[in-house]
């Protein structure tokens, strides 16, 4: 798994992104209440929202969240859809033919596990989804994960570690991993 980054909360690059989320969430909500035929207001907020071009192949049905926006990469012939998070401070590359479900969340900043440091910074690594994965309705992609090329996730599926290529992963992975003192 990638070195996650930390982002101090006391500092002025958190207040810049601070200012990027409130701008984002401004920017999402616009989107989520278009008329969905309504695909050249949606093409340019989509490009504003991850600064830069959306690909015409790549398709995303409302309602669609993310706290950043220009940490999303989408390749050719994406399908997102409804409902989905992409919280992308970390970085989220969607490769060529990637298929996700409704409600599933990509998620790549987290804070850290002791109540000491939760407040203090949070921790960034990118979710990487290759070329012709399939995630299946509510899933969620943790940070530092990668989706092997052609990997199938079932629906419901919490994916905590890496997915080699051509797999198919299903079911919860809650557990108690370890614990820390209190």
Same mark, same amino acid.
């Given at each position: 798994?990638p070195?996650?980054?930390r982002?101090y /909360?006391?500092?002025?690059?958190? !207040?810049?992104v601070?200012?990027?989320?409130e #701008?984002?969430?401004?920017?999402?909500s616009?989107?989520?209440?278009?008329? @969905?035929?309504?695909?050249?207001?949606?093409?340019?907020?989509?490009?504003?929202i991850?600064?830069?071009?959306?690909?015409?192949? &790549?398709?995303?049905?409302p309602? @669609?969240?993310?706290? #950043?926006?220009?940490?999303?990469?989408? $390749?050719?012939? &994406?399908? /997102?859809?409804?409902?989905?998070?992409? +919280?992308?401070?970390?970085?989220?590359? +969607?490769?060529?033919?990637?298929?996700?479900?409704?409600?599933?969340? +990509?998620i790549?900043?987290?804070?850290?596990?002791?109540?000491?440091?939760?407040?203090?910074?949070?921790?960034?690594a990118?979710v990487?989804?290759? !070329?012709?994965?399939?995630?299946?309705?509510?899933?969620?992609v +943790?940070?530092?994960?990668?989706?092997?090329?052609?990997?199938? /996730? $079932?629906?419901?599926?919490v /994916?905590?570690?890496?997915?080699?290529?051509?797999?198919l &992963?299903?079911?919860p992975?809650?557990?108690?991993?370890?614990?820390?003192g209190a």
């Open positions: 798994m070195e996650r980054d982002l /909360v006391r500092t002025p690059e958190f !207040a810049r601070a200012e990027r989320i #701008h984002v969430t401004t920017l999402t616009r989107l989520n209440v278009l008329s @969905f035929d309504d695909k050249a207001t949606r093409a340019a907020l989509f490009s504003e991850i600064g830069k071009p959306m690909p015409d192949s &790549v398709t995303v049905f309602p @669609f969240y993310t706290d #950043h926006g220009f940490g999303i990469d989408f $390749g050719e012939n &994406v399908f /997102v859809n409804q409902g989905c998070t992409f +919280l992308d401070q970390g970085g989220i590359h +969607l490769g060529d033919g990637v298929l996700i479900g409704p409600k599933t969340n +990509l790549s900043s987290d804070h850290p596990l002791p109540a000491s440091e939760r407040a203090e910074f949070i921790t960034r990118p990487t989804v290759e !070329a012709g994965a399939w995630l299946g309705a509510a899933v969620t +943790l940070p530092g994960v990668t989706i092997g090329r052609g990997a199938v /996730v $079932g629906a419901g599926a /994916v905590t570690k890496d997915v080699p290529p051509d797999t &992963v299903t079911g992975a809650a557990f108690t991993r370890r614990q820390w």
